[in-house]
């Protein structure tokens, strides 16, 4: 049997009369780096804290990955949509 081992950083932290936590500098320094913005998800008696983070979209800017079916059904249109729609859907 396989042993899965999970490294999870836990901290107690305390709560002011504000709302207000501080998060450790470690942790401000890895995931935040100059950001200083975060997202807080409630569910169900958990609060997740994920960095909020800028994507650079221009790295999907130019790039289509195909293969030769899909260009011999960009002639008709109808063809190319259901193609991709299968392509998809699998």
């Not at 042993?3 to 320094?29: A, C, F, H, M, Y």
């Not at 079916?69 to 190319?80: G, I, P, V, Y």
Request: net charge negative; aromatic share 8%; proline share 2%.
């Amino acid at each position: 049997m396989e042993k899965i081992i999970l490294k999870i950083n836990t901290e107690i932290r305390k709560v002011d009369s504000q709302g207000r936590i501080v998060l450790p500098l470690k942790w401000r320094e890895k995931e935040l780096k100059n950001e200083d913005e975060v997202i807080i998800i409630e569910d169900e008696g958990i609060l997740k804290i994920i960095p909020k983070k800028k994507i650079d979209l221009t790295k999907f800017f130019d790039s289509l990955e195909f293969d030769e079916t899909l260009l011999e059904k960009l002639e008709d249109w109808s063809d190319f949509e259901k193609y991709l729609l299968n392509k998809k859907l699998r």
